[in-house]
């Protein structure tokens, strides 16, 4: 009976061995998994213009402007006079911006996004997402 249990022993000791056990033959490096960039996380501005209102595609700078994927895009009203950002195409709409404010938003897919002021609709910019 005691050898038994020494043999069961041996058998269960020598498998435990052999699930832990490593080779000693070097491996070569793996190559990395490269896969699409990571999002941006950082955050750009866009200046609404003293006297924008009469500007049209210069009202708001910098325009167009830039950015990856994951920005997001930080309008200030830099006027004295309200003024929005609205998208052309509903994605987006800061709402009245009164002389001070700003408006956030984080693009997520990329395109052209257009957009305009509702009060002034003379005003246009585009925010290009790569």
């Not at 003293?50 to 167009?64: E, F, M």
Request: aromatic letters at 8%; one cysteine or more.
């Amino acid at each position: 009976m005691r050898s038994l249990r020494l043999s069961l022993f041996l058998f269960v000791v020598g498998l435990a061995a052999g699930c832990g056990s490593s080779s000693s033959t070097p491996t070569s490096p793996t190559t990395p998994v490269t896969s699409a960039p990571a999002p941006a996380t950082g955050t750009q501005n866009v200046s609404i213009v003293v006297n924008s209102q009469g500007l049209g595609s210069q009202a708001y700078r910098p325009n167009p402007l830039t950015v990856a994927i994951g920005t997001t895009v930080r309008w200030t009203n830099d006027d004295s006079i309200p003024h929005t950002s609205t998208s052309n195409t509903g994605v987006w709409s800061s709402g009245t911006l009164s002389p001070g404010d700003h408006f956030d938003f984080m693009f997520q897919a990329a395109g052209t996004f257009t957009y305009h002021c509702t009060i002034h609709p003379g005003m246009t910019g585009s925010v290009v997402v790569q």
